[in-house]
């Protein structure tokens, strides 16, 4: 009786404690949210207020006057779309091939792909640049693309997910080549799916989030991505108000915001599997 | 009949890697050797031509003050960020497992920062430390301090740097401590407590060394991210004021795509490459041990 009041007692203390962090947590983004509504002078009102004087989305219409935002959002989603299907489709052919196939060599090529993720992005970028600079690829979505089309931690991850379904199911059908590629997509990749939509929503964000790379190779506003776009904001910004600023950061942060608010579970089961690399 | 099948089994196996192996090949096997390959080179800007120059690529960037700034920076960068975040998420995560009420709302603003990517992190704090007009400073003068020029001043640009980094790495370290502490035993928590422990004794005595693996795990995963973080200092300080964000990767990125030095700044791939995998291996080591005893 005594342990569970203390229990209760503690509990409370628990929820008090944390909504003081978890209000200061949100708070650049309120605090952002109050900016995107003020105007020029007002923004440099000081002491700074937290509700603004009006509520009008002057500032939501002049950000897309400023930037190609649409351009932009357009672009982020084709890549990491693209991206994120040639991941997972690559990634499952292989996976199924390590996982289900008895081969000489096999031990090493896993060796060699799953050495592949201990190869940081930042190691690379200078030849990649060059080879893609050569096929002529600069300020292209092929560039933006391909590199990225095939992923060593999926193929990992797809590789332990699909060697742990039971291998008679494949011994009973006597499988030849062309029944093989049947059997994967009738019954290896629907019993995956568990780990493939994971990786997929690892490998999107993954993808949407990057920025060393896209800031490298593309040179246009119309190729630039969320993340390199809104750089333009941030170079401007001696002649730019700063709720336009700021209601553009919101504009491009609030597509991954609401996509996380929708599929919290998966979200975070991406995150945590994506983790483990 | 058998071997027939067997070589058919080969090669459907070899098409099927096929286009894994051709785009880790070209992306990931040829650049990783091929940073090795130029970082003994001297390439011409323009011509692309290499001279061999053994070591000296090396050489000058160990006797070069702006490159061991840069090294200091990344490790003072990585403590910064690493030490608050893994403390914080984990006192953050042990409120959130134990506090029933609002659970849901108060997961959700915890985690919602893995949404965000550093570039756009940086965005939300860029005001934020605005010297004349911002909040922080604001807040700061309630309790009688000046505060200082955050972005344009050499000793608060890195801290205001890694701050931002520490609040968007919160929800991400979030999630893992949630789950490791998911699969510690409800009984075990539940005996301590009959057996007279307090919940500080529990933390302490019975959750925390249970998490142990967690804890390092987490670590592991946020030092390798503070030595890769690029997208908050390009946008918030691009590396300056005077050098002092100027962090590794930074150094790479400014040596190879603003002064066209391929030679120098690949050998700085290769360091911050024996960087990372001693860090990994490192920790990994402690990792083991720590399972251990």
């Known amino acids: 009786m005594a342990i569970q009041s203390t229990e209760k007692r503690n509990r409370l203390i628990a929820t008090a404690v944390l909504f003081i962090p978890a209000i200061v947590h949100i708070f650049p983004i309120i605090y952002v949210l109050s900016l995107s509504f003020k105007n020029k002078t007002e923004v440099f009102k000081y002491p700074p207020r937290l509700i603004p004087d009006h509520l009008a989305l002057t500032?939501?219409?002049?950000?897309?006057?400023?930037?190609?935002?649409?351009?932009?959002?357009?672009?982020?989603?084709?890549?990491?779309?693209?991206?994120?299907?040639?991941?997972?489709?690559?990634?499952?052919?292989?996976?199924?091939?390590?996982?289900?196939?008895?081969?000489?060599?096999?031990?090493?090529?896993?060796?060699?792909?799953?050495?592949?993720?201990?190869?940081?992005?930042?190691?690379?970028?200078?030849?990649?640049?060059?080879?893609?600079?050569?096929?002529?690829?600069?300020?292209?979505?092929?560039?933006?693309?391909?590199?990225?089309?095939?992923?060593?931690?999926?193929?990992?991850?797809?590789?332990?997910?699909?060697?742990?379904?039971?291998?008679?199911?494949?011994e009973a059908a006597l499988?030849?080549?062309?029944?093989?590629?049947?059997?994967?997509?009738?019954?290896?990749?629907?019993?995956?799916?568990?780990?493939?939509?994971?990786?997929?929503?690892?490998?999107?964000?993954?993808?949407?989030?990057?920025?060393?790379?896209?800031?490298?190779?593309?040179?246009?506003?119309?190729?630039?991505?969320?993340?390199?776009?809104?750089?333009?904001?941030?170079?401007?910004?001696?002649?730019?108000?700063?709720?336009?600023?700021?209601?553009?950061?919101?504009?491009?942060?609030?597509?991954?915001?609401?996509?996380?608010?929708?599929?919290?579970?998966?979200?975070?089961?991406?995150?945590?599997?994506?983790?483990?690399? | 009949m058998s071997s027939s099948r067997s070589i058919k089994n080969t090669a459907l196996a070899w098409t099927l890697l096929l286009p894994t192996l051709v785009i880790l090949g070209?992306?990931?096997?040829?650049?990783?050797?091929?940073?090795?390959?130029?970082?003994?080179?001297?390439?011409?800007?323009?011509?692309?031509?290499?001279?061999?120059?053994?070591?000296?690529?090396?050489?000058?960037?160990?006797?070069?003050?702006?490159?061991?700034?840069?090294?200091?920076?990344?490790?003072?960068?990585?403590?910064?960020?690493?030490?608050?975040?893994?403390?914080?998420?984990?006192?953050?995560?042990?409120?959130?497992?134990?506090?029933?009420?609002?659970?849901?709302?108060?997961?959700?603003?915890?985690?919602?920062?893995?949404?965000?990517?550093?570039?756009?992190?940086?965005?939300?704090?860029?005001?934020?430390?605005?010297?004349?007009?911002?909040?922080l400073n604001y807040l700061l003068e309630l309790i009688h301090i000046n505060g200082p020029n955050w972005l344009g001043d050499g000793k608060w640009a890195l801290p205001a740097v890694a701050i931002t980094t520490v609040w968007k790495d919160i929800g991400f370290n979030v999630i893992f401590f949630l789950a490791g502490l998911a699969s510690i035993p409800n009984d075990v928590r539940e005996a301590a407590a009959i057996d007279g422990a307090n919940a500080w004794q529990r933390f302490w005595f019975v959750v925390l060394p249970m998490l142990a693996p967690t804890v390092l795990f987490v670590a592991v995963v946020s030092v390798i991210n503070s030595f890769q973080s690029f997208g908050q200092i390009h946008i918030l300080t691009q590396g300056g004021p005077a050098g002092s964000t100027n962090v590794m990767v930074y150094n790479l990125y400014r040596d190879a795509f603003q002064n066209f030095q391929t030679g120098s700044a690949s050998a700085q791939a290769v360091i911050l490459f024996v960087v990372m995998l001693i860090a990994t291996l490192i920790q990994f080591s402690v990792a083991k041990r720590q399972i251990r005893s």
């Open chain 1, 59 to 170: 500032n939501y219409a002049s950000a897309f006057g400023m930037a190609p935002l649409g351009r932009f959002l357009f672009n982020s989603l084709l890549v990491s779309t693209a991206m994120t299907f040639l991941q997972v489709f690559t990634a499952i052919l292989a996976a199924y091939a390590l996982a289900r196939i008895e081969f000489r060599g096999k031990k090493l090529v896993l060796g060699l792909i799953i050495a592949t993720m201990m190869v940081p992005g930042e190691v690379t970028i200078i030849p990649n640049y060059l080879t893609v600079a050569k096929l002529n690829w600069i300020d292209t979505y092929q560039a933006l693309i391909v590199p990225f089309s095939a992923s060593g931690f999926g193929v990992f991850l797809l590789y332990q997910f699909m060697e742990s379904i039971p291998k008679e199911l494949e």
């Open chain 1, 175 to 277: 499988l030849d080549g062309a029944s093989r590629i049947r059997f994967l997509f009738q019954f290896v990749v629907p019993l995956s799916m568990p780990a493939i939509a994971a990786f997929s929503v690892y490998s999107f964000v993954g993808a949407w989030n990057q920025y060393l790379w896209p800031l490298i190779v593309t040179q246009s506003t119309e190729m630039q991505t969320v993340q390199i776009g809104i750089g333009m904001f941030r170079s401007q910004n001696e002649s730019m108000s700063w709720g336009v600023i700021m209601a553009a950061t919101l504009i491009l942060i609030s597509p991954m915001l609401l996509l996380f608010v929708a599929t919290q579970k998966q979200f975070v089961r991406g995150m945590t599997m994506g983790g483990l690399k």
């Open chain 2, 26 to 135: 070209l992306f990931v096997f040829y650049p990783a050797v091929d940073s090795f390959y130029l970082s003994l080179h001297e390439v011409d800007a323009f011509s692309m031509k290499k001279v061999f120059i053994g070591l000296d690529n090396y050489k000058m960037l160990l006797i070069s003050p702006e490159y061991w700034q840069s090294l200091q920076n990344s490790v003072m960068f990585t403590i910064m960020t690493v030490v608050p975040s893994v403390v914080l998420s984990l006192a953050a995560a042990v409120a959130l497992d134990a506090n029933p009420y609002f659970r849901n709302l108060l997961r959700t603003i915890f985690l919602m920062p893995v949404a965000v990517s550093s570039a756009m992190a940086a965005m939300l704090w860029i005001f934020f430390y605005n010297p004349s007009s911002g909040y």
